[in-house]
């Protein structure tokens, strides 16, 4: 179909729509050497390295109001002056150059987490409300550490690292990829010695794959080391540093917006339809046909009613790109408009992955200066196993006595993507407070009864799925994953981000810096 095509369907399918029937406009036609799909660390990353190190004119598409995908920085006007609280991507670690990237911007970096009083951690069973006996002093930090040593050497030490890091480009084909990485984390563990380092990897996780499973140990090796990398081990142990941006992680993504210009970012927008060449075609010549809708949503006053009146007007562009960049998870809702050939929609369809998410809350109940951990009373007889295999919050943590703000983070574990949304997160955390508030473990404030407003407000919610991406040991055998890096240039299209790459920001950077020279070299 031609490019005239694209837009005659479009027109087509917006008559069929009262609501779309009115926002028909004449679409705006832009010409661009790369389309960027998805404005996190990926995307955002891959659209300014192509702007300013390779002179490439972009176009980078997000669908919601801002970039920066997983980053949530929330200003706590609780304190004075107002403090930058992160409750998504909390900090960035060296791996390789990849943390040079920030210091081209006018940023500072400080060691260590973002600003958040000193805590005390309580160790509550959220099933009951009930805390834990006070002997409970929970998994031996020293065994932890040696046990994330152990892990790490070895995985140096057989090559596996070079296998994995920053994205799966060495990783030998299904039938010689090594059996251990395919066994699930717990048996890998057991097999090689590490089970001391289960409960700091199922902490550490929560936002990837151990959402998706009901069972943590479960977890595919492979695709859990997405999320526990090498690089991340030698930040637990103590061997390397982490840091965050001064005044909030979020400003990142604010000083790439600008340098990329307002022109070139497309926010709250959506690929409405997409046409790209043929497999075998000659991909140089730069046929890649995007439509994308854009929504604005303005507010105003209905005088007649004097009501407020909220209006979303949508507007299209039809972009000419000769390189189509994905960075989205590939989900198949996210992949529709895409024109997908019978290979890609078998391998991308045969992919799961989990929800979770994380929110910044309040209530008069919850106790400041505290975190209250949910921890299984089971793990008052093996500490070594904290897993809680049933959707549930992971903890209540304060952002010190001079906030009344807690952050939490949410698992859908095994519950499939749909089923676990942000009503169902939050309904999952108000009930794990009201059970503690049942069973005497938080105090409803002197004078108050137990509800109303002594019940959780969410401040603000950040939906984070779809995390942990994978798909079964027999599949990656049969070589999957080879036949996802297959994919790579076809069509005119690339891919990158935390999907098929490591899922830590420095490190993904890195994975951008290859899918970019061989983007360039096929140019
Ligand atoms: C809660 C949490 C905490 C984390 N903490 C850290 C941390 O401290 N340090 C660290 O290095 N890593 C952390 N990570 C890992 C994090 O996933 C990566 O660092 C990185 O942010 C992932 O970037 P990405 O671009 O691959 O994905 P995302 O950040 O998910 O970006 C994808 C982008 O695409 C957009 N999008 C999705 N679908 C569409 C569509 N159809 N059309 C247009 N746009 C779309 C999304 O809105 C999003 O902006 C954390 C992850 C989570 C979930």
Do not use: C
């Not at 927008?269 to 140089?284: F, G, H, I, M, T």
């Not at 904290?386 to 992971?394: A, D, G, K, R």
């Not at 503690?436 to 109303?452: F, I, L, Q, S």
């Amino acid at each position: 179909m031609t490019f005239k095509g694209l837009y005659k369907v479009y027109l087509v399918l917006a008559s069929f729509s009262s609501v779309h029937a009115a926002t028909v406009n004449t679409p705006k036609v832009i010409e661009r050497d790369v389309i960027i799909i998805g404005g996190g660390a990926a995307g955002s990353h891959a659209a300014f390295r192509l702007q300013q190190d390779y002179n490439k004119s972009i176009v980078l598409i997000e669908k919601e109001s801002i970039l920066g995908g997983h980053v949530d920085t929330y200003l706590d006007t609780s304190t004075t002056p107002p403090t930058p609280r992160e409750y998504g991507v909390q900090v960035y670690f060296p791996y390789l150059d990849g943390l040079d990237f920030i210091s081209r911007f006018n940023l500072t970096l400080l060691p260590g987490l973002g600003p958040r009083g000193s805590t005390t951690t309580r160790n509550i069973d959220f099933s009951t409300g009930l805390e834990l006996p006070s002997t409970y002093t929970g998994p031996d930090p020293s065994s932890i550490t040696s046990a994330i040593i152990r892990f790490h050497n070895l995985m140096v030490s057989q090559g596996w690292d070079k296998m994995i890091e920053p994205g799966f480009w060495n990783l030998p084909p299904g039938p010689q990829i090594p059996e251990d990485l395919l066994l699930p984390i717990g048996e890998f563990a057991k097999k090689w010695n590490i089970t001391e380092a289960l409960p700091r990897m199922y902490e550490s996780t929560g936002g990837g794959p151990a959402s998706r499973h009901r069972t943590f140990t479960d977890i595919l090796t492979l695709t859990f080391l997405q999320s526990f990398s090498p690089a991340w081990m030698k930040v637990l142990y103590g061997q390397v540093g982490m840091y965050h941006i001064q005044g909030g992680n979020q400003l990142l993504y604010e000083a790439i917006h600008a340098r990329l210009g307002a022109e070139n970012v497309l926010l709250n927008s959506l690929v409405s339809s997409v046409r790209r060449p043929a497999e075998n075609a000659d991909d140089k010549r730069g046929d890649i046909e995007v439509a994308i809708s854009t929504s604005t949503t303005s507010r105003s006053l209905h005088v007649s009613r004097n009501e407020p009146t909220t209006t979303t007007t949508s507007t299209t562009t039809m972009i000419r790109a000769r390189k189509l960049l994905l960075a989205i998870p590939p989900t198949q809702e996210n992949l529709a408009p895409f024109d997908l050939d019978s290979l890609e929609s078998n391998l991308f369809s045969r992919a799961k992955y989990g929800r979770y998410g994380t929110a910044i809350v309040s209530s008069p109940v919850l106790p400041r200066g505290y975190e209250l951990h949910n921890t299984p009373i089971l793990a008052a007889i093996d500490p070594n196993k904290p897993f809680i295999n049933e959707p549930h919050v992971l903890e209540f943590a304060s952002y010190g006595n001079d906030s009344k703000l807690f952050s939490i983070g949410t698992s859908g574990s095994g519950l499939g993507y749909g089923e676990f949304d942000e009503r169902e997160a939050t309904k999952v955390a108000q009930e794990s407070l009201e059970r503690m508030v049942d069973a005497g473990t938080v105090k409803v404030p002197d004078g108050k009864e137990p509800g109303g407003d002594q019940k959780l407000k969410v401040v603000e919610y950040s939906d984070h799925g779809p995390g942990g991406f994978g798909v079964s040991a027999e599949e990656m055998k049969g070589g999957w994953m080879e036949e996802m890096y297959g994919l790579q240039g076809k069509r005119g299209t690339w891919y990158t981000g935390n999907a098929i790459a490591i899922d830590f920001s420095t490190q993904l950077w890195k994975m951008n810096d290859e899918v970019l020279r061989r983007m360039l070299e096929s140019w």
